[in-house]
């Protein structure tokens, strides 16, 4: 590991090569970014394949408004540089992060009336996500291949069960049936950083239809309920 200063969307200016990095974590950095697609798509360039930004960070169920993007205290507070959900997952596919996993998510709840009134309605969450780079393997939507997966309760502090994201946690020895992304996350082709911790069985020779994946409907943007006070990104 070494230590290299630079700004978050300018990792080629900081010498950081194509498809070195093993795992990029962030914490409520990359709200702070004026243009948060090349964000994501350095982060893309520079992981190598079967790797993963781990991250979390605020985001919004609506598109700013100028007024409250330009408002200093919102700004550095962390809250008016949210990105839409709808937004940063459209963003997360179009530079190759095919399928964004929410591990968490949290409502941030602004108290401050002045500060309310610039936002208005707009509701605001800490969420985790993880975006695997798995060129060729993720594809836009869950499929059914009949695959299931393994996991060998080989991670260290993890040995009864791994939490790949809010919908999918698994019991080690215990096989699960799992979507073909789901599979390429945990190991299929031996493309994942998790490969050696999971038995995938199965290719995608046969395909059943869709697969009923995603995160669980209770962590959605919209069914979160209201945080009754507070909470931050950090
Ligand atoms: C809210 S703090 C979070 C710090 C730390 N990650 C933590 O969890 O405590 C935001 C940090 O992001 C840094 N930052 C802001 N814009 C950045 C950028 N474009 N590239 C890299 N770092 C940036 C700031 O200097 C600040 O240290």
């Known amino acids: 590991m070494r230590y290299v200063n630079g700004h978050i969307e300018f990792?080629?200016?900081?010498?950081?090569?194509?498809?070195?990095?093993?795992?990029?974590?962030?914490?409520?950095?990359?709200?702070?970014?004026?243009?948060?697609?090349?964000?994501?798509s350095e982060a893309y360039r520079v992981l190598a394949p079967g790797g993963e930004m781990y991250f979390s960070d605020v985001y919004s169920d609506r598109r700013m408004p100028k007024e409250a993007q330009e408002h200093e205290v919102l700004w550095g507070e962390c809250i008016s540089g949210a990105l839409y959900t709808g937004d940063f997952k459209a963003?997360?596919?179009?530079?190759?992060?095919?399928?964004?996993?929410?591990?968490?998510?949290?409502?941030?709840?602004?108290?401050?009336?002045?500060?309310?009134?610039?936002?208005?309605?707009?509701?605001?969450f800490s969420i985790t996500y993880r975006l695997f780079k798995l060129p060729g393997l993720l594809e836009p939507a869950?499929?059914?291949?009949?695959?299931?997966?393994?996991?060998?309760?080989?991670?260290?502090?993890?040995?009864?069960?791994?939490?790949?994201?809010?919908?999918?946690?698994?019991?080690?020895?215990?096989?699960?049936?799992?979507?073909?992304?789901?599979?390429?996350?945990?190991?299929?082709?031996?493309?994942?950083?998790?490969?050696?911790?999971?038995?995938?069985?199965?290719d995608r020779t046969v395909h059943h239809g869709a697969f009923p994946c995603g995160p669980s409907s209770s962590s959605t943007v919209?069914?979160?309920?209201?945080?009754?006070?507070?909470?931050s990104c950090c």
């Open 91 to 124: 963003i997360c596919r179009q530079v190759g992060f095919a399928d964004p996993r929410q591990m968490s998510i949290n409502e941030i709840t602004i108290q401050d009336p002045d500060l309310k009134q610039v936002t208005g309605n707009a509701r605001f």
């Open 11 to 40: 990792l080629d200016k900081a010498g950081i090569k194509d498809n070195s990095v093993d795992i990029i974590i962030s914490n409520c950095v990359v709200n702070l970014s004026p243009d948060k697609q090349r964000v994501l």
């Open 142 to 202: 869950c499929e059914d291949y009949g695959q299931y997966a393994i996991y060998k309760g080989t991670i260290s502090g993890q040995q009864h069960a791994y939490e790949l994201d809010d919908g999918h946690t698994f019991v080690t020895g215990k096989p699960a049936l799992v979507c073909g992304n789901t599979a390429a996350m945990v190991g299929e082709q031996n493309k994942s950083w998790l490969s050696k911790h999971f038995q995938v069985v199965g």
């Open 222 to 231: 919209a069914a979160v309920k209201p945080a009754p006070t507070g909470g």
